[in-house]
């Protein structure tokens, strides 16, 4: 017996019936591939899809999948001029599916996410029919200020370094509560409810996955 896996599956079922009370619909896969089956699972023939910037989509391969099926895709990646990016953006907000990570998640089910431009903490908030978060366990914590300094000190540092953003944590390594041009925590959204139940989704998985 694997007791960590056996951990996770404990931990798990405690977080889904707290997603439950806030109206999250919760899910425990046992691995990336599992994750990515249910996933693709939720998807529906001519749907619109989109997603946030994340490692784990990357890891669990849910992007290459994409990109070669005959979803109705909305990648922002793809536009060449900020006015083609709006536009994309402008179609994203109204899609079918929007896939994204969380940075954490405590263990109460709160969803802590901090972004950059905000564009991806956006569409969690509101827009997308439904919005489909999937989160390796390495991401839960205690509590929402713990949740909010492991995302400023163990995510946003090799996030900076991904992205070639010029931060002080790029550098550091931790997070110096900076204020420049490139700073990726620009806004800060605690998740404690959705007031539509179950338009947010939760896959959680038993693997380390993202940053």
Not at 6 to 30: H, P, Q, V
Not at 111 to 128: E, M, Q, S, Y
Not at 159 to 177: F, I, M, S, W
Request: with cysteine; net charge neutral; hydrophobic share 35%.
């Amino acid at each position: 017996m694997d007791a960590k896996k056996t951990y996770y599956e404990y931990l798990a079922d405690s977080l889904i019936e707290k997603f439950n009370k806030r109206g999250i619909e919760g899910y425990y896969c046992d691995n990336k591939d599992q994750a990515l089956a249910m996933s693709l699972r939720f998807l529906t023939p001519g749907c619109s899809v989109s997603w946030g910037g994340s490692e784990t989509l990357k890891q669990i391969g849910l992007i290459e999948i994409l990109k070669n099926s005959d979803y109705l895709l909305y990648d922002r990646a793809s536009a060449n001029t900020p006015e083609e990016k709006s536009q994309i953006y402008s179609k994203i907000v109204g899609s079918d599916f929007f896939f994204m990570s969380s940075n954490a998640i405590t263990l109460d089910g709160q969803l802590i996410n901090i972004d950059g431009t905000g564009n991806r903490v956006a569409c969690l908030i509101a827009g997308p029919k439904n919005v489909i978060v999937i989160v390796g366990m390495n991401k839960i914590v205690m509590d929402v200020e713990t949740g909010i300094e492991r995302v400023r000190n163990m995510a946003a540092p090799p996030n900076a370094v991904r992205l070639a953003r010029k931060t002080p944590c790029a550098g550091l390594g931790h997070c110096t509560d900076c204020l420049v041009d490139d700073c990726l925590c620009c806004q800060i959204v605690v998740t404690r409810k959705s007031r539509i139940p179950d338009r947010i989704k939760v896959i959680l998985v038993g693997e380390e996955l993202g940053y």
